[in-house]
């Protein structure tokens, strides 16, 4: 099975900063990799999807990027209601779905 | 408003057995492929099972097969999860969740915690 590492697994950040949380794959992969947002309490929220596409209403200071073993998430301008957890996950016909293991972004 | 509004969580003895149910609304249930996605207290998420939107296929993780079965109803909108020989491993939040085109799940419900416990 394919397994998504991310790094770091916890982040230290001000408003303000630019952000970027990596998540490498095992193997190569295809471009089916999202990312999600998690805040304590809450479900996910699927943030991006195909490596780079925006799901709607996401604010465009994040952007995703990468191929082969290699995705980035990218805030540009933190604020402060991006203080949560980030998780990256990656579809290959069920051979399972995997999910990094999450980065916690903190003040 | 797409809601996914999942039920049936609750504390149950080692061995013993839990049915969750997902109440969907808001989107088009039988066109969307469906998921269970867990989480332990404090840790990741972890993919559970899939079912297709027809009920024509259904994948499972290596460490719930044979124990867990997922079904679907689309005429009520509604998503199950049998959950038998529940083990202290398996206590976490259950999430249903729609898997879009995509590949990315698009949908998630609020989750429904499974205690298992002595």
């Known amino acids: 099975a394919i397994q998504l590492t991310q790094s770091p697994s916890s982040l230290s950040a001000s408003v303000g900063d630019r952000v970027t949380i990596t998540c490498r794959a095992s193997?190569?992969?295809?471009?089916?990799l999202a990312w999600y947002q998690q805040k304590p309490g809450a479900a996910p929220k699927l943030l991006i999807f195909?490596?780079?596409i925006l799901e709607s209403g996401v604010p465009s200071r994040f952007s995703g990027s990468g191929s082969g073993t290699d995705f980035t998430l990218t805030i540009s301008s933190l604020q402060s209601e991006d203080f949560a957890t980030y998780f990256c996950?990656?579809?290959?016909?069920?051979?399972?779905?995997?999910f990094g293991q999450g980065t916690r972004l903190e003040i | 408003e797409v809601q996914l509004v999942e039920s049936g969580g609750g504390l149950v003895q080692p061995g013993g057995s839990l049915r969750l149910s997902c109440a969907a609304s808001?989107?088009?249930?039988?066109?969307?492929?469906m998921n269970w996605v867990r989480q332990a207290p404090g840790k990741g998420l972890e993919w559970v099972s899939y079912?297709?939107?027809?009920?024509?296929?259904?994948h499972y993780a290596d460490s719930v097969k044979g124990r867990f079965t997922i079904s679907r109803d689309n005429a009520k909108n509604s998503l199950y999860l049998q959950l038998n020989s529940l083990r202290t491993e398996d206590t976490a939040v259950y999430y249903c969740?729609?898997?879009?085109?995509?590949?990315?799940?698009?949908?998630w419900g609020q989750g429904a915690l499974v205690t298992v416990s002595s």
């Open positions: 808001g989107f088009t249930f039988s066109a969307y492929s």
């Open positions: 996950q990656h579809f290959n016909n069920f051979t399972p779905i995997t």
């Open positions: 193997q190569v992969i295809s471009s089916a």
């Open positions: 195909y490596t780079s």
């Open positions: 079912i297709s939107s027809s009920s024509s296929t259904i």
């Open positions: 969740a729609g898997l879009g085109g995509a590949y990315s799940f698009d949908y």
